[in-house]
Structures are given as structure tokens and as C-alpha cells.
């Protein structure tokens, strides 16, 4: 099979038939094998049963329903999880990315040799307060703390080698970090290809202003994961490295000082009286605590199994 689309959908019943009608149009005009797989993330309105409409009609759809809403992760994870297709397709459901794309995405994955393409929304149809900037700064941060030179990380327009999406996991809120998930599984050819933003046609953003305070948190666990997974005493043991050296350097000096004090005849105050005694015991008790950290990392390693498991109300399959 030449493609796999993995939909995510949350409340866009509106927006489906015509979705799919274009896709399929970009599908038999240049000659595709492939397969739709929805996600239907727990909508509140009739989505899934246009999904089910749809599949009636197109064998080539597949459609995987939560029994409440996870995320976007949550549906991609498990879009990747039964995709068939050599290239994988990733786009939002509300007409905003355009399938068009398609077919030179598939081109900059099989004959380019890129592992992903991530679409890049040079011109958007969004506010510009409230994404616009924000988004602009979002992305330069992440290049620089990554190195990945992209210029819309959270475009949701991508194209992945099969492969790549079966090599990666991604939960929580990480889909707005994929490509960097996917340098850390060891795909370093990563492109990029301007693409077309339209406005919405249908319905409300289903994002709120929550997304500012979770992107940066979800970077700063991402940065973790991929750099100290595997060995989080390289982490956590430079920290208590760290403060046990400033807690001994604080401690050292205290007793310098006491001892040239005695030897002036000062008595002087008890060195507990102090609170450089204190900032040196909290020190090492913080340091202490940071390799406790590492080695309980180490032993773990990775968390819960269990964080991908999520109730799947229904799953239907031509």
C-alpha cells in the first residue's frame, strides 16, 4: 500500500464528507493505493456516525472511536499503531491542511529519502495575537533547544517513512513534538515543504489558551526523554554532584573562617548559628537527593507501561 491518512477528529462532523471526498479525488488522480484511518477523539457531536456513513461508501476508511477524549496523541498513537501504507500522511480535519500536498509529500519521502516531512504554514489565516506570535516564538525556542531547523513544529500536515511512526511512541501531549521524537529513535533526515493554510470553514479551534503552559512543559520532558532516558544518573547526578560540592565549599569555609577566628582569640558564634551552616546542609541534603533520583531512574528506566492504554469504545474495519 502506497499511503496511509491518519485523521485525528473531535467534534467535526461538518467538515468530514468534504474532507474525504478531496482526498479521495487527490488519491484516484494520482493512481494511490491507500487507506483513511479516523480517529474519532471522543466527539460530542455526530462525527462518528458520519465516519460510519463514510466508510459505507469507501472501503478504504477505517475508523477508530475513543470512548472519551484523550488528545491528539492519544489518537495519532493509535492511528500509527494499524497504518499499512509505506508513507504516512498526518493532517487535521477542519480543510485547513489541503491534501493536495499529498502527492509531493509522498514524492519528498520515497524518492527525496526523507524519513518526515513536516508541512511549514508560511502564510497562516490565524490570529495573530494569539497564534500568530506566539507560534512564532514557540518555534524558535524549539529549534534552538533541539537543533531541529523547522520552522512550524506543530503543523499538523506531515509525511513519515512507515517505519518512523512505528519506532516512536507518543502520548501525553507530545504530538507537537514528533520530529524531535523521531531524531531521538535515530531519523535525522527531516525536511520541510512550505504548504497551503486555509481559513476555517467549519466550527471553532479546539484549542485553548492552556496550550502555553503545556507546550513549554511538554518541551521540557521531551528535551529529558531524548537526551537522559536511558541514563537519568547522567542527569540527576550532575545536579547532586553539583549541590554536594556547593554544600562541602560552603561547609570548608565556615570552618576556615571559625579556625582563624580562634587562632585571633575571637570566639565568636557556634558554627549552627550561622546560615551558611544551613545553605550547606540543605546542599548536600538536596545533592543526597538527586542521586537517590538518578539511581531510582536508572532502576525504572522508562515509565509506566500502562500510559498507552486507552478504551476504545469501537473499532470498525472494512
Known sequence: MDISVVIPIFNEE????????????????????????????GSKD?????????????????????????GKSAALFCGFD??????????????????????????????DGYDLVSGWKK???????TKNLPSKLYNWTVR???????????????????????????YGEMHRYIPVLAKWAGYN?????????????YGITKFGFERFIRGPLDLLSVMFISRFVKRPMHFFGILGLLMIIIGIA????????????L??????NLLTQSPYFFVALTAMIIGAQFFLAGFLGDLVSRSSAERNKYQIDETTFN
Open 14 to 41: 461538518e467538515s468530514l464528507p468534504e474532507l474525504m471526498a478531496w482526498i479521495q479525488r487527490v488519491m484516484e488522480n494520482n493512481h494511490f493505493s491507500y487507506e483513511v484511518i479516523m480517529v474519532d477523539d
Open 46 to 70: 455526530n462525527s462518528w456516525q458520519v465516519v460510519h456513513s463514510l466508510l459505507q461508501k469507501n472501503y478504504n476508511i477505517k475508523g477508530i472511536k475513543f470512548r472519551r477524549n484523550y
Open 82 to 111: 494499524v497504518v499499512q501504507g509505506d508513507v504516512v500522511i498526518t493532517m487535521d480535519a477542519d480543510l485547513q491542511d489541503s491534501p493536495d500536498e499529498i502527492p509531493e509529500l509522498y514524492r519528498m519521502i520515497t524518492k
Open 123 to 129: 502564510k497562516r489565516h490565524d490570529p495573530v495575537l
Open 144 to 170: 534552538r533547544m533541539t537543533g531541529i531547523q523547522l520552522h512550524d513544529m506543530n503543523c499538523g500536515l506531515k509525511a513519515y517513512r512507515k517505519n518512523v511512526v512505528k519506532s516512536i511512541e507518543v
Open 189 to 201: 533526515k527531516i525536511g520541510e515543504k512550505v504548504v497551503v493554510h486555509s481559513e476555517r470553514k
Open 250 to 261: 560552603a561547609a570548608v569555609w565556615l570552618g576556615v573562617e571559625k579556625i582563624i577566628q
Open 263 to 268: 587562632k585571633n582569640g575571637i570566639v565568636g
